[in-house]
């Protein structure tokens, strides 16, 4: 579908139909997600899927009413890591000297230029800068799943503490960041026939 096309024929669904994504459309999504640009390339968060209708349940309870997050075929979370620091800077310079056959110790400087930048950072400053990754993540998954036809709700309307508690996130150090209920659109869903609005080109666009 062409570009502009899809991201017409994609908006935030507020009720979606029992019809669940098929498996290898699933997993095509998550890639897309995977291979989102992030700052350094150090992806400082995780994506959960999540389809248990108990588990769903659960967190509907801390989701401001909205429903959909039962009521979808896939529940997406996006969290980010609350442990900001030298590990992931490692683990990321490991994958790297691994697919670039580059050795450790030429990747030193790069290593320490990022750690230092971690270490004047305040813990807020970290967790704002791994919340803004995933929001990246986020993007590049509701513009990709528009392209695949899959039907999305990007939400920030939850309690991020509620949904931290149900899912174990303090334990894996993460905390949520976002979320996004994914399916296919209800026929009678009313936002489908909804005007887009947004700026104006001029509004938006500044040309210098
Ligand atoms: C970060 C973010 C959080 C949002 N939170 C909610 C939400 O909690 N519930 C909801 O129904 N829509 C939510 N939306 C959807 C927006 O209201 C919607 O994208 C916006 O009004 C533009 O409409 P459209 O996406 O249908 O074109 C959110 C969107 C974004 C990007």
Known sequence: MNIIKALNWRYAVRQFSDEAIDEYQL???LNAARLSASSYGLQPYQLLVVQSADIRQKLLAHSMGQDKVAH???LLILAARTNIG???VNHYMQKLSTAREIPLTDLQGFSDHIKEGFEIMSEQQKQDWAHQQAYIALGNLLTCA????IDTCPMA???AKGYDKVL???EKSLTTTVICPIGKRHPNDSSAYMQKVR???DEMVIRL
Do not use: P, R, V, Y
């Not at 528009?146 to 036809?149: K, N, P, V």
């Open 72 to 74: 979808c075929s896939h």
């Open 157 to 159: 309307g939850f309690e």
């Open 168 to 170: 174990g996130l303090a």
């Open 27 to 29: 997993q095509e999504l």
């Open 86 to 88: 030298d590990d992931i």
């Open 199 to 201: 700026l104006n080109h």
């Open 146 to 149: 528009a392209i695949m036809q």
